[in-house]
């Protein structure tokens, strides 16, 4: 199977980061994910627009000056992390011993193009409903670990957004 990545300049990309059989190392370790990403930023130019962590995954949408570096940028944060974090969280399997990994991160990583203010627009909703979609929590805002905080001094949400009907909208959309 080939896989192929799409790389439209001047576009938004939403990457969800899964750790090695989901397990929950990203919020206790919350100061070195953002180490990471600050690391990141030394090398590659880019912008985070919106990024929501869980326990097991990190949801992020990324605007970078040169979208062909997004791959690497992911590669350089889970690099870091791993770099830094001690120990694996598990006995990785053959081919993560094979090539020198620690077994703390999936392999793959789902990403997606935006093209467009509408999809921009529900990918950013998505990402900030997912606590609740996971039943971390039962409001928006009541997630720490989340740029809609930012959003809503900003003035792009109200403080309670993300009940009612609010999630209507969101429903329909799974990215996961």
């Avoid at 919020?27 to 590659?44: A, E, H, M, P, Q």
């Avoid at 998505?126 to 989340?146: A, F, R, T």
Wanted: proline letters at 3%; one cysteine or more.
């Amino acid at each position: 199977m080939h896989y192929k990545r799409l790389f439209l300049q001047n576009s938004y990309v939403h990457i969800i980061i899964l750790s090695y059989n989901r397990k929950s190392i990203f919020i206790d370790n919350i100061n070195l994910l953002r180490k990471s990403f600050s690391n990141s930023k030394k090398y590659f130019n880019y912008d985070i627009v919106a990024i929501c962590v869980l326990p097991e995954h990190i949801h992020v949408i990324l605007n970078p000056k040169n979208i062909k570096d997004y791959p690497k940028i992911v590669t350089s944060i889970k690099h870091y992390f791993s770099r830094n974090y001690g120990v694996g969280v598990e006995t990785p399997t053959y081919g993560y011993l094979n090539k020198g990994e620690k077994g703390l991160f999936q392999r793959r990583y789902f990403e997606h193009t935006i093209t467009n203010q509408d999809d921009l627009n529900n990918q950013i909703n998505y990402i900030h409903y997912n606590p609740v979609k996971h039943g971390y929590v039962h409001s928006v805002k009541d997630w720490e670990y989340s740029s809609f905080h930012k959003f809503v001094k900003q003035g792009f949400y109200d403080e309670n957004w993300g009940t009612s009907n609010d999630i209507e909208n969101i429903r329909n959309l799974d990215f996961e």
